[in-house]
């Protein structure tokens, strides 16, 4: 019986070694890990080309989310506390708390503040510009906008003055001017076209150090961007203070990254105007996901239009001042179903986030 068991024993022990079951042998390490994460940093990546952002929310500013967004991003975009509903809940009662709070953190560890929003259809309350006449609606729009921007002048960088002013859809085809292509919100209902500039004007008034910006969606795409293109023109050239264009950046794998080349070459060509990427995040969308297959290859064309992105971005980088992820985490993005971030739930790094560490080497590496 003894000599069984020792027998028993030897056998486990030869097994064990030749199986190498005391630890299963190291996956070999991919090019793109050979640099521990610790020491890679996208903000420092990208010092020399553009800033850098993602949302802000409360839950950045405390425990392992505080320590990865202060690593790789250097601003900070709040998702929805200055939005109007937020900043203006009731007419001439203005909430100044969260939005104190998010400065208080931007200034204790040197982040930029980019305001958003100002003037938009959504998260507005139901009374403001609403069922006013054309005197009282501007009356109001100026007032919203002192109350904001004027408080927090000298601390944002700047604002997201106008947004998604554009209608979906609209194109300047059939002499159709810009005007004409605006979404019917309630401020185009109210006050007319001009809103607009007024709003720029208010912005300017009330904070004249921050850069005001018109930011909107689908910018790549051609008929959107023409229109864009000639409201921003125009009104520049008119005297009106608009600094820069906001292409938001809400994409998914379909997307044709040379469209949005495109539209950087035609805004480009505004003098004087800059433009920044506001709401980046890319969506793994059509389905499928829970097969094996299927994530990874949206996964890796989500990593492939990442690194597209950013080598335009670097060429661009003379008018791109700003690249801002509309988040980090894929659970906590808007679209997160969709997995469209560089990090996942527990904070892992994604294959997109090293796209987007090494964009030249992942596209000579992984794609070509
Ligand atoms: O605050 C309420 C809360 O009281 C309630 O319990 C909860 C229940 O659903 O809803 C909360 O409001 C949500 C709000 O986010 C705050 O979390 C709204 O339902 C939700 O619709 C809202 O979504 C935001 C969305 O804008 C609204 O349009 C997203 O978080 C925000 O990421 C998204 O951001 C926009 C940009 O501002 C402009 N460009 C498009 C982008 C994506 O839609």
């Keep these: 019986m003894k000599k069984s068991v020792a027998l028993l ?12 079951c ?15 994460y610790e020491d890679i940093s996208l903000k420092e990546i990208y010092s020399d080309y553009f800033m850098l952002g993602t949302i802000y929310t409360k839950n950045i500013t405390v425990g392992a989310d505080r320590e990865l967004v202060l690593k790789h991003f250097d601003t900070i975009t709040p998702e929805n506390l200055m939005k109007p509903e937020n900043m203006q809940p009731t007419e001439g009662s203005f909430n100044y708390g969260e939005a104190d709070e998010m400065i208080a953190f931007a200034n204790e560890n040197g982040l930029n503040v980019i305001g958003h929003t100002l003037a938009w259809h959504q998260q507005s309350g139901d009374w403001l510009g609403q069922n006013v006449g054309r005197e009282e609606a501007i009356e109001q729009l100026r007032a919203h906008i002192y109350g904001v921007a004027a408080k927090y002048d000298g601390e944002i960088y700047s604002w997201d003055v106008v947004n998604e002013a554009i209608a979906d859809g609209a194109s300047m085809g059939n002499n159709k ?3 004409d292509c ?6 185009l209902t109210s006050i007319g076209p001009d809103y607009i500039a007024l709003a720029f004007q208010f912005a300017h008034e009330a904070a004249p150090n921050a850069k005001l910006y018109y930011n909107d969606y689908n910018l790549n795409e051609t008929s959107k961007a023409k229109i864009a293109h000639a409201m921003v023109s125009e009104l520049r ?21 040379a469209t949005v080349e495109k539209s950087l070459e035609l805004f480009s060509s505004i003098e004087g105007i800059e433009i920044a990427v506001t709401e980046l995040d890319i969506g793994m969308t059509g389905g499928g996901l829970d097969s094996e297959a299927v994530f990874k290859f949206m996964q890796s064309e989500q990593a492939r239009l990442y690194a597209e992105l950013f080598q335009i971005y670097k060429a661009h980088s003379d008018k791109i001042v700003r690249v801002t992820f509309w988040g980090y985490r894929d659970d906590a993005s808007w679209r997160k179903e969709y997995l469209p971030l560089l990090f996942t739930s527990e904070l892992e790094p994604k294959t997109s986030f090293y796209a987007v560490a090494y964009p030249e080497r992942w596209l000579e590496e992984e794609v070509n």
Excluded at 9 to 20: E, K, Y
Excluded at 22 to 36: I, N, Q
Excluded at 182 to 187: A, D, I, V, Y
């Design 9 to 20: 024993t030897i056998i486990l022990i030869i097994i064990t070694a030749v199986c190498g």
């Design 22 to 36: 005391a630890g299963e042998p190291a996956e070999p390490k991919e090019w793109y890990e050979e640099v521990s």
């Design 177 to 179: 001017t810009w005007q």
């Design 182 to 187: 605006l979404r019917e919100t309630q401020w």
């Design 237 to 257: 050239a008119a005297g009106v203070p608009i600094d820069g264009i906001g292409m938001q950046g809400h994409y998914d794998i379909k997307l044709k990254t």
